[in-house]
């Protein structure tokens, strides 16, 4: 597997990550333990060394499982976990908290749960208004002082946000929605991490499932999946949203390829410092995005990719606004 750096820290990662969130939260009932591990073993067996996970994936269960997974290989692997929350009952199942005393909180529970004495890369995984992202970027600071955590991250914080943060504790890598049908990134953000010196680790790169054209216009999501809120995923939206599945099908059978590759390698195009992290619960899907490193698209490929997005107008907020309220802060 290519690799790729974040950051002026030099992270090396592999050209993909995994995203584990999957496995234990937002798309219906979690992965059985002994299935996620050996997912997530598999993806290492494949040449796979980021791997992206949360403390509120699950809450909780997704760093267990990814502790497991990847204990025997810990010297081999970039780990990625995010703060940011407090977790409370049904009612309220997490409001935000980035304070000091509960930064330092999640990070003793995150490192027991990957089973590590430093987490490779701790992102910030929503700004907290109530908090000033100095402090946050201080006692990410004095974490790495202590050895406890190598690198900082901040996850769809705003540029100035970003810019005020790094001025404290440089920041490695910056995790934000980024793909053929969440492209705002490239107004802003992308210029100013480009000048800053700091990577992209791209989420949802597959578009939450949707660009691979395995979602069609009659899909369902259960009650538990994160989809089933989400004014994209609206029967709706999935209806005006399949001319671009449709269009991203003729450019992936003249490159011989998959649509989910095609969405992967144009991503891997924009930027040498972009790492896409798709997520999968599936072997036989996981070998497919990894084939994606292998498609070179060319120039004429990206012009026709930018037709395509131009002929569609993308219908759907990609959050519901409670949560569109978190972001860009
Ligand atoms: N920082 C943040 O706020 C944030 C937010 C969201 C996600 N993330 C991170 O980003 C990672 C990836 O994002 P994501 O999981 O939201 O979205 P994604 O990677 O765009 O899509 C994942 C979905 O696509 C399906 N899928 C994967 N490969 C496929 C293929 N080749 N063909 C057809 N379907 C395929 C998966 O289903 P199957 O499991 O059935 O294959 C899953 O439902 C997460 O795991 C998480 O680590 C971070």
């Given amino acids: 597997m290519q690799k790729r750096t974040l950051g002026k820290s030099k992270l090396e990662v592999s050209a993909l990550g995994l995203g584990c969130m999957g496995l234990s939260h937002a798309y219906g009932p979690a992965t059985d333990t002994p299935r996620a591990v050996s997912l997530i073993r598999a993806a290492v067996d494949r040449g796979v060394t980021f791997f992206d996970t949360a403390e509120l994936y699950g809450p909780f269960l997704n760093e267990e499982v990814v502790g497991e997974a990847l204990a025997p290989v810990r010297d081999q692997v970039v780990i990625a976990t995010k703060f940011g929350f407090t977790f409370g009952d049904e009612d309220h199942p997490y409001a935000l908290d980035s304070r000091p005393e509960h930064i330092r909180w999640a990070v003793e529970g995150s490192l027991k749960r ?5 987490i490779d890369l701790l992102y910030q995984h929503r700004v907290d208004p109530n908090v000033p992202i100095e402090d946050v970027a201080g006692t990410v600071k004095d974490l790495i002082a202590e050895g406890k955590v190598k690198h900082f ?166 959050y519901p606004a409670v949560m569109q309220a978190q972001v860009g802060r």
């Fill in 153 to 318: 991250g901040l996850s769809e914080a705003g540029v100035q946000t970003i810019r005020r943060a790094h001025a404290v504790q440089p920041v490695t890598a910056v995790q934000n929605e980024y793909s053929l049908w969440w492209r705002e990134p490239e107004a802003e953000l992308l210029p100013a991490l480009e000048q800053l010196g700091i990577g992209l680790v791209a989420f949802s790169p597959l578009g939450k499932g949707f660009l691979t054209g395995a979602i069609t216009a009659g899909t369902t999501f259960d009650s538990n999946d994160f989809r089933s809120t989400v004014p994209r995923f609206s029967p709706e939206a999935l209806q005006a949203n399949q001319a671009l599945v449709e269009l991203l099908g003729y450019i992936a059978d003249d490159k011989e390829a998959t649509r989910a590759q095609i969405v992967l390698a144009w991503l891997l195009a924009q930027k040498p410092w972009i790492v896409p992290i798709p997520g999968t619960t599936k072997l036989h899907r996981l070998e497919e995005n990894l084939g994606a490193t292998a498609v070179q698209l060319t120039d004429e490929d990206l012009a026709r990719i930018d037709d395509a997005l131009r002929q569609v107008k993308i219908q759907g907020d990609r």
């Fill in 114 to 118: 990957l089973r590590t004495d430093v």
